[in-house]
């Protein structure tokens, strides 16, 4: 941990940015409580968000949580290490990227969304198993069961949401759905990792809202199945 930080710091110091020794101890202290917050209900809450937030924006939770983890701000469980090696913070930031414009344009974002269907919900039951890996194998199930479900539920709600917005003509709503998935991302992440029991509330709050939209978009929501079970008679079909 020691090690990662000097060189975190030396790297800031390539760049020209320097630090006092005081300010610098002042960060790590932070960075080291940071480690030292997985008890039970800070895994269960990152387990939660890896999941629920997967279902929006996999690319950038994998980016992000290995980020934090790479900088020595969050202790990575042994399971999920893997997420802040350099191979994989640098595929995770390509896509992210590659997403971010996607997500933009209206219709391609519905058909990004449909393809990723398939992709985003077992990865966010894998990144939630891996909170607790192999050394917690009831866990692991039980964390896999949740992160698999939030993803879904949270891909129901985002697609649904984007079936409504594309039907208008200008592309404002979409924009301003795309950002602010954006920031539920990145503050899910955040509130899980620095907050776990107010995201714990923040994400029954999350979830009631979007049984809401779901039932009151339910056409939407059944022109959105239509489209992903077409997606699956086409594959079966060149298979």
Known sequence: ????????????????????????????????????????PALLALAAALGWASGIRLYAVVFLVGGMGALGWLALPESLAVLQHPAVLMASGFMLLVEFFADKVPLLDSLWDGVHAFIRVPAGALLAAGVFGADNASMAVVAGLLGGTLSATALATKMTARAAANTSPEPFSNWGLSFMEDGLTVGAVWLATQHPVAFGFALVVA????????????KFLRAVLRRVSSLFSASAKVA
Do not use: N, P, Y
Not at 207 to 218: A, E, G, Q
């Open 1 to 40: 941990m020691d090690q990662l930080w000097l060189s975190f710091v030396q790297w800031l110091h390539s760049l020209g940015l320097h630090i006092d020794a005081g300010t610098a101890q002042v960060l790590a202290d932070g960075a080291a409580r940071a480690t030292q917050r997985l008890d039970m």
């Open 207 to 218: 979830l009631v809202l979007s049984v809401l939209l779901l039932v009151l978009l339910f």
